[in-house]
């Protein structure tokens, strides 16, 4: 079963940084794409960010690129998400997902697994 714990998350002025980490466990990490997502009102989530299995391919949301970065660490079986020049529109929860593949992730990529969740609030 996989396991999914986020944490970075919290209050930070306009303009500001921070750096969301998601731990995996219970399978191989380097088997699973990765992918971050954060709720749309009405919708169901949306990605934000995704990376392949080994890092070689990314996928970002037009509202977020130049501004985030999601790398990993396939020897701590983590995820990083690094936002920077943050809007209060980036006010959400944010979620870490999960995807049992090797193939480059693209928008329509479906996850299987996400975790809890790790609030973030810009302030104005």
């Known amino acids: 079963q996989v396991r999914l714990l986020e944490s970075g998350g919290g209050l930070v002025q306009a303009g500001g940084s921070l750096r969301l980490s998601c731990a995996f466990s219970?399978?191989?990490?380097?088997?699973?794409?990765m992918g971050w997502f954060r709720q749309v009102p009405g919708r169901e989530r949306a990605i934000v960010a995704a990376?392949?299995?080994?890092?070689?391919?990314?996928y970002y949301a037009d509202s977020v690129k130049g501004r985030f970065t999601i790398s990993r660490d396939n020897t701590k079986n983590t995820i990083y998400l690094q936002m920077n020049n943050l809007k209060p529109e980036d006010t959400n929860v944010y979620y870490c997902?999960?995807?049992?593949?090797?193939?480059?992730?693209?928008?329509?990529?479906?996850?299987?697994?996400y975790g809890q969740g790790t609030q973030v609030t810009v302030s104005s």
């Open positions: 990376i392949n299995w080994n890092g070689g391919s990314t």
């Open positions: 997902a999960a995807v049992p593949t090797s193939q480059a992730i693209v928008s329509s990529t479906r996850f299987d697994y």
């Open positions: 219970g399978r191989t990490f380097s088997s699973y794409g």
